[in-house]
């Protein structure tokens, strides 16, 4: 297999050599200038029309590499470079130097992601203290764990070795499924049980189903996610499994469907204390921006966020202050983190899946205590 696709891609890229030398031979550049704008205009269009489409995806990251820290830093020394080694262009590569110093420093990185990780977490708080002293009766000040119905487990597909921010060993967990996916099981269990103490049954919503092989390989990966839940104690019968991975927006039509086929969703006009609700396990980075646009769909969410790294900065050590301060290859990929989470948010609030907001967001999202 891996023979096969190294193939297919050197043949594509001799292919694409070909077109290129007899573009550059055959149409004047000034008009290659213009069809690439004209191209790239086309993808962001796409974009809009049909987000789930895998090959506008894809290039749609390789175009949009300067967009994060390192592909804007490595552009620019690129750049700098175009009038030979020679002849530097210093004001490109100090810009360079700037981007990537400040993208890798941990005090910067963590004090950003941090910032993203508790702003569901403090909108929640500002509210219920709020709350606590001018809501109506009907409106709950606590996070009612009996209405819970469903639960959804946002994970990267199971087909991807790793996920997109990191290069995980599966070694080490002894399984197919990466550890962050791993972990973001065991954190699902643990929630399901507190759950079922509370009074809810709810079903187990995964996103991390297979894309690619037979019905038979794709059953066989799908079990593997099973026999992940069912051992850490949640019943085979309540899980459900798609393939919608991170994708926030394809998620939410899936399990609205799965919701009114299943006579789960709350009847219009129903009094707040009595809505059901959807409990959402997903990274802590991109919760604000999931919980939000499944409350623009008018499911009622609690957050139950994983993947925290926006803490552990140092505290009183001088030495350990100090090398907050020295870059370092996770700051730049927690920054880039952030960075894509920002733009993502962007887009999804330029389709109008999250909801309107003035100071703040208007929905604020409930956050199973801890």
């Known amino acids: 297999m891996l023979l096969v696709l190294l193939t297919r891609i050197l043949v594509w890229a001799a292919v694409g050599l070909i077109i290129w030398y007899l573009l550059l031979k055959i149409i004047p550049r000034k008009f290659l200038t213009w069809f690439g704008g004209a191209i790239i205009l086309a993808l962001i269009v796409l974009s809009f029309l049909d987000p789930n489409d895998q090959t506008i995806g894809t290039i749609w990251r390789v175009i949009s590499l300067p967009l994060n820290p390192l592909g804007a830093s490595v552009l620019l020394l690129v750049f700098s470079l175009t009038d030979g080694i020679k002849k530097v262009k210093g004001q490109q590569v100090a810009i360079a130097l700037a981007i990537l110093l400040l993208s890798s420093v941990p005090m910067l990185a963590r004090g950003l992601v941090n910032q ?21 009766t009907d409106i709950p000040t606590a996070a009612p764990l009996n209405r819970v119905v469903t639960m959804v487990v946002m994970g990267e597909n199971i087909d991807t070795s790793s996920s997109l921010n990191e290069f995980s060993s599966q070694v080490v967990t002894g399984s197919s499924l990466t550890p962050s996916l791993e972990s973001r099981l065991l954190s699902a269990s643990v929630l399901y049980q507190d759950l079922r103490q509370n009074g809810s049954n709810p079903f187990v919503f995964v996103t991390a189903g297979p894309t690619y092989g037979s019905a ?4 066989d990966k799908q079990q593997v996610i099973r026999n992940a839940l069912t051992r850490d104690g949640i019943p085979a019968n309540v899980i459900v499994i798609r393939n919608s991975g991170m994708d926030v927006n394809r998620t939410i039509r899936e399990l609205d469907d799965f919701l009114e086929s299943n006579q789960l969703r709350t009847p219009a006009g129903t009094p707040r204390r009595d809505v059901n609700r959807i409990a959402i396990v997903a990274p802590a980075l991109t919760m604000r921006r999931t919980a939000l646009a499944f409350e623009e769909r008018q499911l009622d969410v609690m957050a139950w966020p994983t993947d925290l790294y926006g803490g552990g900065g140092a505290n009183g050590d001088t030495l350990a202050k100090l090398s907050d301060l020295v870059p370092s290859v996770d700051a730049l990929r927690l920054t880039t983190r952030y960075w894509e989470e920002l733009l993502t948010s962007i887009y999804y609030f330029l389709r109008g899946w999250l909801p309107g907001f003035n100071v703040r967001w208007n929905q604020v999202v409930e956050v199973v205590p801890r």
């Not at 977490?121 to 001018?134: F, L, P, R, S, W």
Request: with cysteine; net charge negative.
């Open 116 to 136: 993203a990780e508790q702003a569901v977490q403090e909108a929640y708080n500002v509210q219920k203290g709020i709350c606590e002293d001018v809501c109506p």
């Open 216 to 219: 038979e390989e794709q059953a």
